[in-house]
């Protein structure tokens, strides 16, 4: 089945700089890349997702980019505010039809803290 | 249009006891999710259904049954509650077309003692 790790687990940067989070898949044949925030208490928040036919995909201050050889994809946060604060999550999932469905597998999670 | 919701929100359990959650969806999706999420981990998924009257397991099953009467509700039952099973659990859905989104519902938190 599909595996995806996330790196960093921890991440703290000042308000206005920039984060980037990394993420890595095993399994070529996923081809659905979403990002979701979760702040304390409350259910996962989609924020940006890319296709596997789209290499970059940005929204205002955030972008997602995406390496199908490498198996790799970064979410990439500019001029962070203090409200970005949350844990990110990075997941996968195969839609090409069969048995697929669609499933998501996530990543271990990235606890970001900005500071005013 | 309430989206995912969740029965109940929060819920305590003596090991050994059973009960079931409700997720209900008013967005006539096709595919419904139940993951599961720990303390410093992603969700994980526990099982799926991908229409009426059809259930799959998915990364983490044991202890865990699902049933699909309707298509906008989705049962997720614990009948013997193991205080490995606190959790926070939660429900998504999906349309089964060219939308791959899934919108997740507010969660339930279940403590096993």
Not at chain 1, 18 to 40: G, M, R
Not at chain 2, 83 to 94: D, E, K
């Amino acid at each position: 089945g599909e595996n995806v790790e996330q790196h960093p687990s921890t991440l703290s940067v000042q308000e206005g700089d920039s984060a980037v989070i990394k993420c890595t898949y095993s399994d070529s044949a996923s081809n659905y890349f979403p990002w979701y925030k979760q702040e304390l208490g409350k259910r996962p928040q989609l924020i940006i997702d890319i296709r596997s036919n789209v290499g970059e995909k940005k929204d205002q201050r955030i972008a997602v980019t995406l390496n199908k050889t490498a198996k790799h994809f970064s979410l990439h946060i500019t001029e962070t505010q203090p409200e970005d604060s949350a844990v990110y999550f990075c997941a996968a999932s195969n839609n090409a039809g069969g048995t697929s469905y669609g499933k998501l597998t996530f990543g271990q999670g990235t606890i970001l803290t900005v500071h005013p | 249009n309430a989206g995912v919701t969740q029965t109940p929100k929060f819920r305590v359990l003596k090991t050994g006891q059973s009960m079931t959650l409700l997720c209900a969806q008013d967005m006539n999706h096709e595919y419904m999710y139940w993951y599961r999420q720990d303390p410093g981990m992603g969700l994980r998924l526990i099982h799926y259904s991908v229409g009426e009257g059809t259930t799959a397991k998915g990364e983490v099953p044991d202890g865990y049954n699902v049933s699909r009467l309707k298509k906008q509700n989705f049962l997720l039952g614990l009948e013997s509650a193991a205080p490995s099973q606190t959790s926070v659990y939660f429900c998504a859905s999906r349309d089964r077309g060219r939308g791959y989104e899934q919108y997740f519902g507010p969660g339930t938190r279940l403590t096993v003692t």
